[in-house]
């Protein structure tokens, strides 16, 4: 036989029908995320796995895994083996550990790590996923083969002794010429396994009591994950009927992990408007899909993520960074600057602009954010230099032009989204994406301040009058000065008033259109003058 192509694949699996979240519900009172730990390692992480009865993490290299205390986030273990893993889950009921890696595959005891069973896979040369029905105490495992004319399966076992229940074949597999992956995900509440093949477009409806393939559904293709509280299926970011299979809606980004028992969806998001391309993880209300956290941390690339229902915390791998974050929920406001509160349909004639954004340093310390920048969908806010937010105190960025026709130079009045970055290619905060099309003088506002419940209500920005003064006072100035030259000096407090107000209010806008134009012509022009400098040559 000839051997097929071989590509590797990034396992990103999470046990979650073992390990629900139990969070309280995020967004809806003043809790939010933070990275509480960083663990740093030689070689890629390439999964990871709780196991909420022994109060551990396993992060799984291709040496072996290494075990985490989940109280004091330090590595305590590294259990070496002898062939490449590439995946790791637990069994909370045994409470055994499943490793997986190509061609192999070994269960453990979580406390003493001897081996339980080996060779768990057969033939099955690449296990893709994992996932376990508690319903039925199976464990069904996604894999492929290297061989032309063999098939690529979903292999069953009993979770109690390991024994090999069945194996349900993918149609079409064996005339596939190049390596396939299989992607498995069950819904104990209706006991159906959803099964989905690189080699093809169908998603396979299975029964886990029989086994056996109950219909086909065409797809786009993609791995699948299940929520059974919503009975949604998710194929990266698209959102599926379980019953139809249509199509309901797309997300901006891929989801990662579903929490059906808190009716919770953790998702990789874009932030908007971001000219470095910033992505962030949030937190999305399982039936509206409406962002409830959004954790601007910075984490360059999300390739898994797990959750710890004991302890609450997020286990986000990074494997570029060859970094593990752990993030944990906590109460009241963050401990940087973060964007507070901002206004994106002023009441009135949108040309007037009256939109702005409002900073808010909860920290103890005094903030420099002279040269951060404001990133939206179309424009690119610049924080004069200098400019300092004291312990406790605000900040009120907002366009220094009274009245702009362009459009492109207003903020959205639906789907917005603003991000906070002390520089260009990094950022603080985040907004959830949210829309204003009531035309008065009500905001959107962290309440209480700095924490993540969002609310629309009447702004907490104060109407002041100084920006209309040197309108009404000037024109009389310039008459009386003919008639009574002695009477401008007790006015000497009028030129004083505006000048407090600009450096809080009046922050340069430039337009992402006029940024990417003017970068194009400086380009054009280097390019001109090298190929004028090697002609001369």
Known sequence: MQRKLFASLSLIFLFLFSVPCTFSRIGSDSSHMEVVATLSFENEPLSVA???????????????????????????DHVPLDFEVNFIAVNSVTNQIFVLGVGDGII????????????????????SYFAFNPTTNHVYIGGSTWWLGEADHVLILDGSNFSRVAIIEIPGSREAKYVQHVSVAVNP?????????????????????TNKILRTARSLGGRVMVNPA???????????????????????????????RDNLVISRECARGSLSGVEYLSILDGA????LVCIPEAIEEVDQVAVNTVTGEIYVVDKEEKKVFVMEEHSGPYNHVVINEFELNPPGDDKVMDEWVKLYNPTSSDVDIGGWSLLT????????????????????CRSPWEEISDESSRLLNENESITLCPSLYDHIDITPVRSDLADDDRTWQRSPDGCDNWLFQKSTKPVSPEPTEPESTEPEQTEQEPTTPTEPEPTTPEPTTPEPTEPTTETPLITTEVAIIA???????????AFWALKRK
């Open 377 to 396: 969908n179309r424009i690119y806010w610049i924080i004069p230099q200098g400019t300092v937010i004291e312990s406790g105190g605000y900040y009120v």
């Open 519 to 529: 970068g194009l012509a400086v380009a054009c022009i280097i390019g001109i003058v």
């Open 230 to 260: 919503t009975g949604y299926l998710y194929q990266g970011a698209r959102v599926l009927d379980d019953v139809s299979f249509k199509e309901l809606m797309v997300l901006s980004k891929p989801v990662f992990a579903v929490n059906y």
């Open 189 to 209: 509440q209706t006991n159906l396994l959803y099964a989905t093949w690189s080699g093809d477009v169908n998603i396979y409806v299975i029964d886990c009591e």
């Open 50 to 76: 709780v196991n909420e009865a022994m109060g551990r993490l396993y992060i799984a290299d291709e040496t072996g895994f290494f075990v985490v205390d989940s109280d004091t986030d330090e590595i305590v």
């Open 108 to 127: 453990l005891d979580a406390v003493t790590y001897s081996t339980v069973r080996e060779n768990i896979t057969g033939y099955l040369s690449d296990p």
């Open 288 to 291: 509206s899909h409406e962002m």
